[in-house]
């Protein structure tokens, strides 16, 4: 018997061995299509689940530690208002919803005794502000995701356990544009915060130009005012006829968080609308103009203007930091307001004394609505948005700085020696 050729049996072989590994890869490769359109096809599904949800925010979490991109403003409804309380919301004047802490029984009327002076008074500039160079992160990238998820926790944890409370928070780095926001896209009340939004704007439109900050404005009886007149250090100060710089309106507005002056900043803009559509070109996520239904703290529910989301101030705040850093002459003198506001911030218990907190409190007693937005200049600057709506100020206080400690721990954390 003929033995088989060696050459050709060891040819046949390989000859097998290539059909199995030929016939494995093609199996391997079907797997992973597979794979790949079954994945497809979940994601699909999971993001039609979610448009149901959240139409403009595909892709976009409402609780998320990574960047954001620019979201579009969504389209709300415009139902009737259901509630009482929405109906006083409504038929409150533009301006006043603008300027904040409306309260239903303004003050007497303050008249000229003969012995005011009318005249401007001279304002004088404090020293410029400058941010102090930043320390040197200890933490790696992963830490700080660790750290930052702990804060997370923490807030989450501190909403659980007051449910008596409506909590809203939005925390941006300012060197590196990492961000952390809980319920920040919720519609929550700014009251007089909206003197950042509305100072960015108007700076930005007189950049390089002096000349109207020189422009007088004269307090006098308007029947817009007279809601704001309790929350007004004008209206508490002087009498009808008192003239005033237009850099001095500016101050108050951000420094005295002065309602009047608020009012008469929009008004030299040319109103609300002129100014919201400025604002919204910066951060229109909620824009102040559109009513939108909500339920506040003790579950009432209204449907009015006057609300944006802690996204749109972290926002605001984001954008006047960049711009001081490459521009500071434009805003500098918003930036020297925002440091020495006479109004305390709840946040000053929660840093370090001599810890330079650029903020303003926005109040609406009526609503129990407290908005902190600050730039803390700790050892990085962040923007800070703490939004609560609480039965007293004290509480509100109080969680203000409860989670401003929170955030103060996170970055020690990621600095600590």
Sequence with gaps: MKRPNPTFLKKAEGIKQSRKKRTLIII??????????????????????????FPDLIGAASTTTTAYVRYQRPVHTTTETTTEATT????TQPHAILAATATPTPSPINTDDGEQNNYPEPFTEDRNFS?????????????????????????????????DLRICFELVSLSSGERLGID???????????????????????????????????YQYSTDIEGLRSSSYIAKTYGYGKAFYMRTILNYAIAKNDTIALYYLVNAMG????????????????????????????????????????????????????????NSQVHQRLINDMASSEIESPLAAAFPSGTNILHVLGRNTVRGAYME?????????????????????????????????????????????
């Design 184 to 218: 920040e896209l919720d519609p929550v009340v700014p009251a007089g915060a909206m003197a950042i939004p509305a100072e960015i704007v108007y700076y930005n439109q007189i950049a390089g130009i002096t000349g109207p900050l020189s422009q007088e404005v004269v």
């Design 88 to 91: 006083m919301a409504t038929t």
């Design 131 to 163: 941010f102090k160079p930043m320390g040197i992160q200890t933490a790696t990238y992963q830490e700080r995701a660790v750290y930052l998820e702990e804060l997370k926790e923490k807030v989450v944890a501190y909403q659980k356990k007051h449910e």
């Design 373 to 417: 937005c600050s730039i803390v200049d700790y050892n990085e600057p962040v923007a800070l948005v703490i939004y609560v709506e609480a039965g007293t100020p004290e509480a509100a206080g109080t969680a203000i700085a409860t989670i401003g400690g929170y955030t103060k721990t996170f970055i020690d954390k990621c600095y600590a020696p």
């Design 28 to 53: 391997l490769a079907l797997l992973a299509v597979t794979f790949v359109i079954v994945f497809i096809s979940s994601i699909a599904s999971a993001q039609d689940n979610y448009r149901l949800m």
């Design 271 to 326: 109103g609300q609308d002129e100014v919201i559509k400025s604002v919204d070109e910066i951060s229109g996520y909620i824009s102040y103009n559109d009513s939108i239904i909500y339920q506040d703290y003790r579950g009432r529910e209204y449907r009015a203007p006057g609300t944006i989301s802690c996204y749109d101030m972290g926002n605001f705040l984001s954008y006047l930091y960049r711009s001081f850093i490459n």
